[in-house]
C-alpha cells in the first residue's frame, strides 16, 4: 500500500468524461438563475408572473433597460453604491491588516482576552444596534448622506480574525526580528513586511467585503431614502411600483444591472482573486 502511494505521489491525475459532465451541469445551474434574470427582463411584468415562465429572451429588454435606469435615477445609485462598497472595503482591509498583524506578532497584555472580545462581537445580532446608530447619525445630521452607511462599516470583527489567522502561519517572526535588526520602524515594517506578505488575504477580504456591502440592504434602507441618496439595493426597493402592483419584469431589469458590475470585475480580476485564495494554501 505505502508502495503503490509513494508511486503515484507525484503523478498528476487527468480527469476523465465523468468530471467533466459533472462540471458542466454545475456551471448550467449556476448560470441559469441569471440567464432567466435577462429573460425576465426582456418580457413584461404580465408575462413574467404568468405560467409556464418564459424561457427564452423577449423584445422589452431596451424598454425595460430604459424605464428601470430613469424611474429611480439608477445612475446615481450605482455611483453612490460604488463609492460605499469601495471605502468600506479599503478600510475593512487596512484596519484589518494593522488589527490581524498586532494579535498576531506583537506581544501585549490581555492580548487573548481582547481578541476573545472581539470575535465575540461576531455574534451579536446586527439588528440590535440599528436603534441606537440611527439616534447617533440623526444627532449629527447624517440621515440620507453616504458617511451613515461607510463610518459605522470601516472594520469588521471577521476581518481582524481572517488576517490574524492568515498572518500567524504567513508571516515568520523571524523576518520582522531581521527588520528591526536593520534599524527599521513599526510603520516601516508593516510597509515593506507585512503588506506584501499579506497581499494575497488582503485581496480576498476586500473582494468578500466589496461583495457583501455592494448587495447590503438592511442598514442602507434605514439610513438612506430611495428619493435621496439611495444605494443601489435601496434604489431596488423603489423599483417598479405602480398604482396597485409592482411589475416583477422592471423590478429584475434593475437585479440585472446591479449584478453586471459584479461580473465584469470578477472577469476582470478573476486571475487575481483565485491566485489570492490559493496563495496560501500550498506550504512550502
Known amino acids: 500500500m505505502r508502495t503503490r502511494f509513494r508511486q503515484t505521489a507525484g503523478r498528476q491525475h487527468h480527469a476523465g468524461p465523468l468530471t467533466y459532465v459533472l462540471l458542466g451541469l454545475a456551471v448550467l445551474v449556476s448560470l441559469f438563475p441569471l440567464y432567466w434574470n435577462l429573460v425576465a427582463a426582456s418580457h413584461t411584468g404580465e408575462r413574467v408572473v ?31 453604491t460604488t463609492v ?56 449629527l445630521g ?16 471577521f476581518g481582524v480574525f481572517f488576517m490574524r489567522q492568515y ?35 488582503m485581496a480576498v477580504l476586500g473582494m468578500l467585503v466589496f461583495v457583501q456591502v455592494w448587495n447590503d440592504f438592511f442598514w442602507p434602507f434605514i439610513a438612506l431614502t ?7 439595493q435601496v434604489a431596488l426597493a423603489g423599483l417598479g411600483a405602480g398604482n396597485h402592483s409592482v411589475d416583477q419584469a422592471v423590478v429584475l431589469t434593475g437585479a440585472l444591472i446591479s449584478t453586471v458590475p459584479l461580473l465584469l470585475v470578477f472577469a476582470l480580476l478573476g486571475k487575481h482573486i483565485v491566485g489570492g485564495i490559493t496563495a496560501g494554501a500550498v506550504k512550502s
Not at 52 to 67: Q, W, Y
Not at 148 to 154: H, T
Not at 226 to 232: C, S, V
Open 50 to 80: 404568468t405560467a409556464p415562465a418564459p424561457l427564452l429572451p423577449g423584445p422589452r429588454l431596451l424598454d425595460n433597460l430604459s424605464f428601470a435606469w430613469n424611474q429611480v435615477d439608477m445612475g446615481e445609485a450605482l455611483v453612490n
Open 84 to 139: 460605499v462598497a469601495s471605502l468600506v472595503a479599503l478600510s475593512t482591509v487596512l484596519f484589518s491588516t494593522l488589527a490581524g498583524f498586532a494579535f498576531a506578532k506583537l506581544p501585549f497584555k490581555g492580548r487573548g482576552a481582547l481578541l476573545t472580545l472581539v470575535v465575540a462581537t461576531m455574534t451579536i445580532p446586527p439588528q440590535l444596534s440599528v436603534i441606537p446608530l440611527y439616534r447617533i447619525i440623526t444627532d
Open 142 to 157: 447624517w440621515v440620507d448622506q453616504l458617511q451613515s452607511v461607510v463610518l459605522p462599516s470601516l472594520v469588521a470583527a
Open 167 to 201: 498572518l500567524i502561519e504567513a508571516l515568520p517572526v523571524e523576518l520582522i526580528e531581521a527588520a528591526r535588526m536593520d534599524g527599521a520602524h513599526s510603520l516601516r515594517i508593516v510597509w515593506h513586511v507585512v503588506f506584501p506578505v499579506a497581499r494575497p488575504a
Open 226 to 232: 430611495p428619493d435621496g441618496n439611495p444605494t443601489l
